[in-house]
């Protein structure tokens, strides 16, 4: 222990003293050249492997560099990826259990229609390349101290931060605790990690796994469960996603479990509101993939120019679009993070016009004023300080 920070401290205090002769760059930035993980300035990751788990999503397992804290079962990361030059920020859920004995951690992307960075990720990522990575964050995590009856409901790549917390619970306990699993795909070929959820299902007897496939009357086609054991949904005008007669049949002492959640917007809104109305919305833990938006009416809607000042273009807006995305499309580069409305990492000032905010609807027509570009709209002509 003492010759471990005599160490750190001979080093922090050499690389002080080699600053001195870099100035106006750092040492790190030197290093950055031979080993972007070296660096200290900011945190990479070098891609290790690369891995198609379905016809449209991918594992990507990463080294984190230098800095790197440990994550908890649930959280995400920021990741950035350039393309054309241009560099991309996207969240990402870390699928891997924490605490890897190789300190390798991985994310599992699911390529989404006119998605550019996950197109990137899942079809032309290469073994070797360095991705810039964040620190992990998020609160979607199971407590400490670990609840006795968890019901995971999950769709799609919403899987991937509850394989991360399943992954947990495996190596922690050679028998998993009572945990009841909804997950939802349109077919079984694509449930990523469909394999592993199989076997946790097959060897582990506190652990059920009912898997839908909503686009399947009826899928057996690779040995997986039946779309629906109860055929409820058959009977029931054949609604295969999730509503209460399914909930109740899959899952009958839902009420007194504790709940995560994660996949598209359409499940989380249907699932928030059935825990409403039960009263039990303190039992539920949501992770969305994107900010929910509400409908702006029609008569409001109001498309025009944006004039982006420091940069001095003009562009068209819609009106719908987010003025992120907007900017993004006229070849600017703007700072972002989550593009969620979360992290304030694309606030910027307003200097004339109004834009609305599309999570609640605010108008904003000040100018000076700070606005969240991932999530607000322009109403007809703009000017941003971008
Ligand atoms: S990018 Fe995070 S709030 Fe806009």
Known sequence: MIVNSVLQNTSVKFSHFVDMFTYPLRLSHYLELINPLWTKHSLQAKVVKVWDETKDSR???????RGWRNHRAGQHIRVGVAIDGMRH????????????????????????????????LVRKLKKGEYLPIGDPQGDFVIPDAIPVHPLFITAGSGITPIMSMLRNYSQEFRVLPDIQHIHYAPHAYDVIFGKELENLNKNQK????????TREFKGNDSGL????????ADKRSQNLHFHADQLEALCPDW???????????????????HWEKAGLSRKLHTERFRAKLIDTPTDEISSGQIKFSKSNVDTNSDGVTNI?????????????????GICHGCDCKLVSGSVRDLRTGVVTNEPGETIQICVSASIGNIEVEI
Request: net charge positive; glycine share 6%; charged share 25%.
């Open 89 to 120: 920020t996207r969240t990402y859920s870390i699928s891997s259990a924490p605490n890897s004995k190789d300190g390798l951690i991985t994310i599992t992307v699911k390529a989404i229609p006119e998605g550019r960075a996950s197109h990137y």
């Open 206 to 213: 506190n652990y059920n796994l009912n898997r839908i496939y």
């Open 255 to 273: 009420r007194e479990r504790e709940v995560w959640a994660c996949g598209p917007a359409t499940l989380l809104d249907a699932v928030e509101e």
């Open 225 to 232: 469960q039946e779309a629906n054991p109860n055929n409820i």
């Open 324 to 340: 992120l995305r907007v900017a993004e499309d006229a070849g600017l580069n703007p700072k972002h993070g989550c593009r969620m």
């Open 59 to 65: 594992t990507i397992t990463l080294k984190p560099g």
